[in-house]
């Protein structure tokens, strides 16, 4: 077994099976990454900009996208638990509805978002 203590959240990602977060000298969590996925519920997000979108073709994703978060400002916000499976289904949803895809960005979860979310704290250099 090997500590290793680090700030740099990639390095744990890619260097430690199992990861405790630590917060105010106390353990919040410790699991593998997924397992820490899962107890903080951080998702990954899907950020999609339109060309247009006005309320009526807002109204008809939000039916056919339950994991919708925003659709405001030409912009479409969707959380996904795996962006690899969802990105398909929501990208046929958007064009079903009518609306032009112009950009799409992706933000898979990862270590430092897991951290945020858990402590609500940046992480600082």
């Not at 390095?11 to 410790?30: F, M, Q, S, Y």
């Not at 959380?79 to 958007?94: H, K, L, P, Q, R």
Request: charged share 25%; aromatic share 2%.
């Amino acid at each position: 077994t090997i500590i290793y203590t680090t700030h740099y959240m990639e390095e744990a990602e890619r260097l430690c099976d199992t990861i405790a977060i630590i917060d105010v000298g106390k353990i919040i969590a410790k699991g593998t990454l997924n397992e820490l996925k899962q107890i903080s519920k951080v998702k990954d997000l899907l950020t999609i900009k339109t060309s247009e979108l006005n309320e009526t073709k807002n109204s008809k994703l939000k039916e056919s996208i339950p994991t919708l978060l925003n659709g405001s400002n030409n912009v479409i916000e969707v959380e996904c638990t795996n962006i690899g499976n969802d990105i398909s289904a929501v990208i046929n949803a958007i064009q079903n509805a009518g609306i032009t895809i112009e950009r799409i960005d992706t933000q898979v979860a990862n270590l430092e978002s897991i951290f945020l979310k858990l402590t609500g704290k940046q992480l600082r250099d």
